[in-house]
């Protein structure tokens, strides 16, 4: 029964990470909401545990390392997005890793009046809510949800 449900929640979580990174270039490219670096950041878990639940099928004596490998994943997730939340709600003051496209170089004035042109958007700017929510507080939900039951499934592997 375990099994099954072990199987089934990888398709689920397989499902979860396609869908929100097919929603975040969607919102970017359709609906025109240009996400800050934080953001972007908090795309690679997805693409990470869409790449490792791929690499399962394939090494299934694996699995029992590829799920705390996916625990990891999530809750590093989970930890980005708290902090990216903390940032929107003004608890913690931007970062560099919020400026990463503003470096330091000196630049031409030619390049200073295009980067001027550009719309920057700041990590502490929210551009779209579902249901109120931020898109980096139901990213934190999501990915700590993902986090628990993981962690429930590898600590119950050997009990099967």
């Known amino acids: 029964m375990l099994n099954q449900n072990k199987k089934k929640f990888l398709i689920l979580t397989f499902l979860i990470s396609l869908f929100a990174l097919i929603s975040a270039y969607f919102i970017e490219y359709i609906l025109g909401h240009q996400p800050c670096n934080l953001c972007l950041i908090e795309r690679i878990p997805y693409i990470i545990a869409l790449i490792i639940i791929t690499i399962n099928y394939k090494f299934n004596h694996l699995e029992k390392y590829l799920i705390l490998l996916l625990v990891f994943v999530f809750l590093t997730s989970t ?61 934190m939900i999501i990915s700590l949800l993902i986090s628990i039951v993981f962690t429930k499934i590898y600590f119950s592997y050997d009990k099967n």
Do not use: P, W
């Open 79 to 139: 930890l980005i997005s708290l902090y990216h939340l903390g940032i929107e709600q003004g608890f913690i003051k931007e970062s560099l890793v919020c400026d990463l496209k503003n470096s330091s170089k000196i630049l031409s004035k030619e390049e200073i009046l295009l980067q001027l042109q550009q719309k920057i958007v700041s990590c502490k700017d929210v551009t779209f809510k579902i249901l109120g929510f931020s898109l980096t507080t139901l990213n």
